[in-house]
C-alpha cells in the first residue's frame, strides 16, 4: 500500500476523531477521510476510472486531495489542473472537474462537489482493494512551465521518489508542526505539504484563496509556519495587515519558488517579526538546499546541498568547474522525477541530472550561491545582463511593490531592456528612472512600464517571455 494511503489507515484507526482535512467552512476528521477516500474511489472505479489511467483533477482543495487519495488507491495517476488554463495535450483518460467548470475534451468527465462526495458515502459503497503499486510506476503527473513560462512540460513522478521525499519530509520540507503553505497541489510542494500531513498526523489546511477570511482561519488553527511564495506570503501579509489580523504561534516564514526582494524581508519582519527559511529547489527535484534569510545579507546565497542531494556547477562541456567559478547548476538525488512525458512517453533525464537552467557558484564550505538563469540572461549589444539585478534595485525604491525586467527592441531596431513596474499612485518613476541610470550606468531600462501585476508563474517566477510579448504587442 503506498504511503499516503497506510498512514491515512493507520490515523484512522488511531485518532478517528482528529481532524485530517480543514477549511474555513468545514472539517473532514481521520475517520471521516478514510471513508471519503474509499467511497470515491469505489464510484470512481463504477464510473470507469482504472488502474494505468492518467486524471486530469480541478477541484477546490479539500475535495482535490479527497479525489487524489482515491486515485491512488484505484492505481491511477493524477495530474491536477488547478489554475491551469489549458493543459498541452496529456492523453487524459479521464477529467474529475466541478460541475461546469471545464469542456477539455476528454473520453470521460466527472463532475464531483461535496454532494458528490457525501453521496458516495452515505452509500457505503465496497471500496475496490488498494492498488499495488512498483517504485517505477508514475502516480502523479505535475505540470511546470518552468521560469519564464514558456511551453508546459509534464514531470513524471514515480513511486520511488514519492517514498524517498515521504521518508526525508523532515530534511526536505515541513516537520510536523501546525502549517499554512499557499502553494496548491498542483505544485511539488503542496502536494508534499498534504502528503506530510498525513505522515505526522496532522491537519492539512486547505485554502483556494487568500484573503481576510482565510487569514482569520488560519489564526484560529494557531499555525507555526507559513509557507509560500514570495508572491504568495506578500499576499497573505497584506491581507493580514488590511484587516488587523494576528498570527501570535508564528514562529517562521519559508519561502519557496523564487528569491525574495528585500522589501518583503522587511515587510516580514516588520509584521511578523519572525525569521525566514529559503528553499531551493523544484518541482522535477524537491528541496535542494535550505537558508535562513538574514534582512541586509546576500539573498541569492542559497545554503549547501541536503543529505541525498548531488550537486555540481559545470561548464557547457558538463565538466565540473574550480570552486569560485560561475558555471550551470545540476543535481541528482533519488527523489527527482523519472523525466517528463513528451506525447505519452517518457524521456527520462540525462545521466540522471536535472539541469535547472540557474547559474551558480560554489563556495569551498559548498555553498551555493545564484547568478541568475541563463536563459534569462540579457544580451545587450553583446554584454549579458542578469535582469534580476535591475529587479532588485527597482524593489528597493519607495512605493515600488513590485517589479521585473525584461527584453525588448528599441525604436532603431536594437535590443534594449524594460522594466514593469507595479507602484503606488505616488511612486514617482521619474525619481525610479534617474535611481536607476545612477545605480546601473550600463544596465538601466530604456522604458518604464507601469502594470497592475506581473505575470508569474505558480510558483511566484517572473515570466518574461510574457512581458516582453505583451509589451511589444502595445507597441504596435
Not at 43 to 64: C, F, M, Q, Y
Not at 108 to 131: F, S
Not at 149 to 176: I, K
Not at 322 to 331: A, D, F, H, N
Amino acid at each position: 500500500m503506498l504511503e499516503p494511503l497506510a498512514d491515512l489507515e493507520r490515523h484512522a484507526a488511531e485518532q478517528a476523531d482528529a481532524v485530517a482535512v480543514a477549511t474555513p467552512r468545514r472539517n473532514y476528521t481521520f475517520g471521516q477521510l478514510e471513508a471519503a477516500v474509499r467511497a470515491v474511489s469505489a464510484r470512481l472505479d463504477t464510473a470507469g476510472v482504472t488502474s494505468g489511467h492518467l486524471v486530469g483533477v480541478d477541484l477546490p482543495a479539500a475535495l482535490e486531495w479527497i479525489v487524489d487519495l482515491a486515485l491512488m488507491r484505484l492505481g491511477a495517476c493524477a495530474v491536477s489542473l488547478r489554475g491551469v488554463a489549458e493543459p498541452h495535450a496529456l492523453g487524459l483518460h479521464a477529467l474529475i472537474t466541478e460541475p461546469g467548470r471545464r469542456s477539455t475534451p476528454s473520453p470521460l468527465v466527472v463532475e464531483v462537489d461535496e454532494l458528490w462526495v457525501d453521496g458516495a458515502v452515505a452509500r457505503d459503497p465496497d471500496a475496490p482493494a488498494p492498488a499495488s503499486w512498483n517504485d517505477d510506476a508514475i502516480v502523479r503527473v505535475i505540470l511546470t512551465s518552468g521560469t519564464t513560462g514558456g511551453t508546459p512540460r509534464a514531470a513524471a513522478y514515480s513511486v520511488g521518489a514519492l517514498r524517498y521525499r515521504t521518508a526525508e519530509q523532515h530534511v526536505h520540507w515541513t516537520d510536523g508542526r501546525p502549517e499554512l503553505t499557499l502553494i496548491g497541489l498542483s505544485t511539488t510542494g503542496g502536494f508534499h505539504a498534504a502528503v506530510a500531513c498525513l505522515r505526522h498526523g496532522i491537519a492539512y489546511l486547505a485554502l483556494d484563496r487568500i484573503d481576510a477570511e482565510t487569514m482569520r482561519f488560519a489564526a484560529s488553527q494557531h499555525i507555526r509556519v507559513l509557507c509560500g511564495s514570495p508572491t504568495q506570503v506578500a499576499n497573505a501579509l497584506h491581507a493580514l495587515v488590511a484587516a488587523n489580523i494576528g498570527l501570535p504561534a508564528l514562529e517562521e516564514v519559508r519561502l519557496a519558488g523564487a528569491t525574495p526582494g528585500a522589501g518583503l524581508l522587511r515587510l516580514i519582519a516588520d509584521t511578523l517579526g519572525v525569521p525566514v527559511r529559503g528553499v531551493y529547489g523544484s518541482t522535477e527535484g524537491g528541496g535542494i538546499s535550505q537558508h535562513w534569510y538574514e534582512l541586509d545579507g546576500d539573498r541569492h546565497t542559497v545554503g549547501v546541498p541536503l543529505p541525498g542531494v548531488e550537486l555540481e556547477v559545470v561548464d557547457q562541456e558538463w565538466m565540473p568547474v574550480p570552486v569560485g567559478t560561475e558555471g550551470l547548476i545540476r543535481y541528482r538525488t533519488p527523489g527527482l522525477v523519472s523525466g517528463y512525458l513528451v506525447n505519452g512517453r517518457l524521456v527520462p533525464f540525462v545521466g540522471g541530472w536535472f539541469v535547472p537552467g540557474d547559474l551558480g557558484t560554489l563556495a569551498p564550505d559548498g555553498g551555493l550561491t545564484l547568478g541568475g538563469r541563463e536563459s534569462e540572461l540579457l544580451n545587450i549589444g553583446g554584454v549579458k545582463l542578469d535582469p534580476t539585478s535591475i529587479d532588485d534595485v527597482a524593489l528597493a525604491f519607495p512605493g515600488v511593490e513590485d517589479a521585473a525586467a525584461f527584453g525588448m527592441e528599441q525604436v532603431t531596431g536594437l535590443p534594449g531592456v524594460a522594466l514593469a513596474v507595479v507602484a503606488r499612485a505616488s511612486c514617482d518613476l521619474a525619481a525610479l528612472d534617474v535611481e536607476l541610470r545612477a545605480r546601473l550606468p550600463r544596465a538601466h531600462p530604456t522604458a518604464l512600464w507601469r502594470v497592475s501585476e506581473i505575470p508569474r508563474t505558480r510558483l511566484g517566477k517572473v515570466m518574461r517571455a510574457k512581458l516582453s510579448e505583451e509589451f511589444e504587442r502595445l507597441k504596435l
